[in-house]
């Protein structure tokens, strides 16, 4: 045998699984050995949704996110505030404020932050979309929700001065971001200390 | 929206990766999202990786190993002893034992162990096609290499009692078991009782 595997076949498929990220070639192959066993119209299910998300998927025309309509369920329902626009770094951002059932307004998916370290600048992501979208949609509040990180910091302040310098951010339109602080249910003792200190500066009133 | 999706595809997709063992939906999302990120042609590398994985894929006639031709590599080969023959599980045993290099015999993988509990019965297994190759073949040795758990030892005592009972099991036929002890590199403090108390029952000479 030439590799360590009994068929090129296998091999194949295992290397597939393996490309995906944080799946080593050990939990590729225990993967495809449980496809595998199943019959195969099992399987012809499993490649099946992958080839038609892959041909069908759309992203929404307004917020970018991902859709099978040409406009996505949230920004064409008329239960959403399109007053207010939630700025986020991906789909699966969407999908984690939308659990906290906290937010009613609409959303806007960059598709990334900047990052010079990675080669993403800001017209590699959907920000012309969002400052055209503010200028056109009479929109009221922008709540920056990017991470809390570096890039996501950067990528806040780039959108701040973007609106700035284009006339658009007046009295008439509040821009925003998450709060930051210790989260619920966290110990202060195990709080790093950025955070705890942010936290302290950015103190609000008691609501007792 | 009626689910936590912005789209039926991209549930149905990360529905089928989430049936995969040991990853949840959170992974399963990350995958697909992965995944719908590349180019359609490598997306169709995936799916046709898999594809013709379960429609081309044969086990051996001999072994029942994972093979892409009637006969694998191992059982065709010259070099390989054909009248040492060592009885595993599954294709990963195979593997585990090829990339020791120690083993230079033939396998019978038996696609499973008996487990009443799992309803695995030994007519479940490739016991028989081993006890009919066993007979025919001219075995000298038979190695049995199944987990140390209890399905593997019951599994073994079966094989055994089989072999006895159909009178193949004479002098010309050695049965062995692999050895259970010590792993190598592990301190006896953290080597559990049953494990350690084997390695002393079945000590061997000394070969300074």
Do not use: W
Not at 182 to 204: F, H, K
Request: with cysteine.
């Amino acid at each position: 045998m030439n590799s360590d595997y009994p068929s090129i076949l296998l091999e194949h498929a295992v290397d597939q699984f393996a490309s995906l990220p944080g799946v080593g070639r050990r939990t590729a192959l225990r993967l495809v050995l449980s496809l595998l066993r199943r019959p195969e119209n099992e399987v012809e299910a499993f490649t099946g949704a992958l080839s038609s998300l892959k041909r069908d998927i759309r992203y929404c025309r307004i917020c970018h996110n991902l859709s099978d309509q040409e406009v996505c369920p949230i920004c064409s329902s008329h239960r959403r505030d399109h007053h207010v626009v939630c700025v986020v770094e991906n789909v699966q951002d969407v999908m984690s404020i939308e659990r906290t059932g906290q937010f009613s307004g609409v959303y806007h998916v960059l598709g990334g932050v900047i990052s010079p370290m990675e080669g993403v600048g800001p017209q590699d992501i959907e920000i012309d979309s969002l400052l055209g979208r503010i200028s056109a949609e009479g929109i009221r509040e922008v709540i920056l929700a990017l991470p809390t990180t570096m890039e996501g910091d950067t990528t806040n302040f780039y959108i701040y001065r973007r609106l700035m310098s284009l006339g658009i951010a007046d009295e008439s339109l509040r821009i925003t971001q998450i709060a930051r602080g210790v989260a619920v249910g966290n110990e202060l003792e195990y709080t790093d200390e950025i955070t705890l200190g942010r936290s302290i500066m950015n103190r609000i009133e008691f609501k007792g």
